[in-house]
């Protein structure tokens, strides 16, 4: 515990001195994320020179190994660094697939090879990764897909489309499951690794009901990925035709991030916002609502740290996350919902520069498909009636 407490004052003292005051506010929009990649700018000097420390530190892949670019934290020094980053509001330095979802499962099924090349990549903001998951006619049912490897010898030739991938037209790789063995359904995929910038490789964003694409179809005409991209650096993860397990992996991360979408913001920390929105005080069943979105927001904090806790002693469940999953989304749906009641008609604004171009409505109605990506929520309520609730016939 001393040893703990006296991270928790280096950390504190390393906060102040390095995240400037710009970057311990709320996010407005889009370029107040750093998503890094060949194609980066940063948005201003601050945004620049808080990355940086981070990851000159290793804080922007705490926990991951120092050789892979982290900082070799603890997961008590984890938690004490992000309690700390919670604490002055301090936005994340780095947002990236690799770091949510491809990261994990390099650390868990890659190559040394691949993690050293790939993960020094990510934490340091170099490479820009999206997934290659759903496609039109296979979403929940994922392992229907029909994007085909050729096996070429020492390539494979890929054709077929994915959709909803997000970010697509700005990532720099893809880490996509494509069919190799139409005779398996399960063991007949591979989870391959391949640059967006390959020939035969097309982008076309998604215009949604918010009035942003940050989805795309993605089509792939005979594309060449390599089996191989160097020494010890396959250009696949795990075995060739056991990319489902891979898949399963990093569907369990997938929805993790997708759960804490903004939904571990307190009503305490939401209720002056609200207030102002509403130009004065909170109409008396709101307030209600208020607290009561409070209540669920803690307890699903506290769900989350249990969740955590079981998973470092290898005894949480394998569907807590759909659960985590179902309960992070449908909150942080119930967020902006209310965010728009305290608003009222001002909030349905839609291109003013006194609501920034509507940000509130556009943010509500990207909640919506918090429930379908991932997983629906009505596919997460039936994997968690049947695997944890254990009821009949679900």
Same mark, same amino acid.
């Given at each position: 515990?001393?040893?703990?407490?006296?991270?928790?004052?280096?950390?504190?003292?390393?906060?102040?001195?390095?995240?400037?005051?710009?970057?311990?506010?709320?996010?407005?929009?889009?370029?107040?994320?750093?998503?890094?990649?060949?194609?980066?700018?940063?948005?201003?000097?601050?945004?620049?020179?808080?990355?940086?420390?981070?990851?000159?530190?290793?804080?922007?892949?705490?926990?991951?190994?120092?050789?892979?670019?982290? $900082?070799?934290?603890?997961?008590?020094?984890?938690?004490?660094?992000?309690?700390?980053?919670?604490?002055?509001?301090?936005?994340?330095?780095?947002?990236?697939?690799?770091?949510?979802?491809?990261?994990?499962?390099?650390?868990?099924?890659?190559?040394?090879?691949?993690?050293?090349?790939?993960?020094?990549?990510?934490?340091?903001?170099?490479?820009?990764?999206?997934?290659?998951?759903?496609?039109?006619?296979?979403?929940?049912?994922?392992?229907?897909?029909?994007?085909?490897?050729?096996?070429?010898?020492?390539?494979?030739?890929?054709?077929?489309?994915?959709?909803?991938?997000?970010?697509?037209?700005?990532?720099?790789?893809?880490?996509?499951?494509?069919?190799?063995?139409?005779?398996?359904?399960?063991?007949?995929?591979?989870?391959?690794?391949?640059?967006?910038?390959?020939?035969?490789?097309?982008?076309?964003?998604?215009?949604?009901?918010? &009035?942003?694409?940050?989805?795309?179809?993605?089509?792939?005409?005979?594309?060449?990925?390599?089996?191989?991209?160097?020494?010890?650096?396959?250009?696949?993860?795990?075995?060739?035709?056991?990319?489902?397990?891979?898949?399963?992996?990093?569907?369990?991360?997938?929805?993790?991030?997708?759960?804490?979408?903004?939904?571990?913001?307190?009503?305490? &920390?939401?209720?002056?916002?609200?207030?102002?929105?509403?130009?004065?005080?909170?109409?008396?069943?709101?307030?209600?609502?208020? $607290?009561?979105?409070?209540?669920?927001?803690?307890?699903?904090?506290?769900?989350?740290?249990?969740?955590?806790?079981?998973?470092?002693?290898?005894? $949480?469940?394998?569907?807590?996350?759909?659960?985590?999953?179902?309960?992070?989304?449908?909150?942080?749906?119930?967020?902006?919902?209310?965010?728009?009641?305290?608003?009222?008609?001002?909030?349905?604004?839609?291109?003013?520069?006194?609501?920034? &171009? &509507?940000?509130?409505?556009?943010?509500?109605?990207?909640?919506?498909?918090?429930?379908?990506?991932?997983?629906?929520?009505?596919?997460?309520?039936?994997?968690?009636?049947?695997?944890?609730?254990?009821?009949?016939? $679900?």
């Amino acid at each position: 515990m001393a040893d703990l407490d006296a991270f928790r004052a280096e950390t504190r003292a390393w906060l102040e001195a390095n995240c400037p005051p710009e970057m311990r506010q709320p996010v407005r929009d889009e370029d107040d994320v750093y998503w890094g990649g060949r194609n980066a700018t940063f948005k201003n000097d601050a945004q620049k020179a808080w990355f940086e420390a981070c990851r000159d530190k290793g804080f922007t892949v705490p926990a991951w190994p120092k050789e892979y670019g982290g $900082a070799g934290l603890s997961p008590a020094e984890a938690k004490v660094l992000r309690e700390e980053m919670a604490r002055i509001g301090a936005r994340p330095p780095l947002s990236s697939f690799g770091i949510w979802m491809l990261g994990p499962a390099l650390l868990q099924f890659g190559t040394e090879g691949q993690k050293k090349h790939f993960l020094n990549q990510i934490a340091r903001g170099e490479i820009r990764w999206c997934q290659g998951y759903s496609e039109p006619g296979s979403g929940s049912d994922l392992v229907s897909l029909q994007t085909f490897g050729e096996d070429k010898g020492d390539h494979w030739v890929v054709n077929g489309s994915k959709i909803w991938t997000s970010y697509a037209d700005k990532a720099d790789w893809i880490f996509c499951l494509v069919r190799t063995d139409k005779t398996n359904k399960y063991q007949g995929i591979t989870f391959m690794l391949y640059d967006m910038a390959s020939p035969g490789v097309s982008t076309k964003p998604i215009l949604l009901i918010s &009035g942003n694409s940050p989805f795309c179809e993605t089509f792939f005409d005979d594309v060449k990925v390599p089996k191989s991209y160097g020494e010890d650096i396959p250009g696949y993860v795990g075995e060739i035709n056991r990319g489902w397990d891979v898949a399963k992996y990093l569907l369990g991360h997938e929805r993790e991030m997708i759960s804490g979408a903004d939904s571990s913001e307190r009503g305490a &920390g939401i209720g002056a916002s609200l207030t102002r929105q509403a130009g004065g005080e909170l109409d008396p069943i709101l307030r209600a609502e208020l $607290a009561m979105f409070d209540v669920d927001a803690l307890a699903f904090s506290a769900m989350g740290e249990k969740f955590l806790d079981e998973v470092k002693v290898g005894k $949480a469940h394998p569907a807590y996350s759909n659960m985590m999953k179902y309960a992070g989304t449908e909150l942080n749906k119930r967020r902006h919902e209310l965010v728009m009641s305290a608003g009222g008609s001002t909030a349905l604004e839609w291109d003013s520069e006194e609501t920034r &171009g &509507g940000a509130a409505p556009r943010a509500w109605l990207r909640t919506k498909a918090n429930s379908i990506e991932g997983g629906t929520s009505e596919v997460m309520l039936g994997v968690v009636a049947k695997r944890i609730l254990e009821l009949p016939g $679900a």
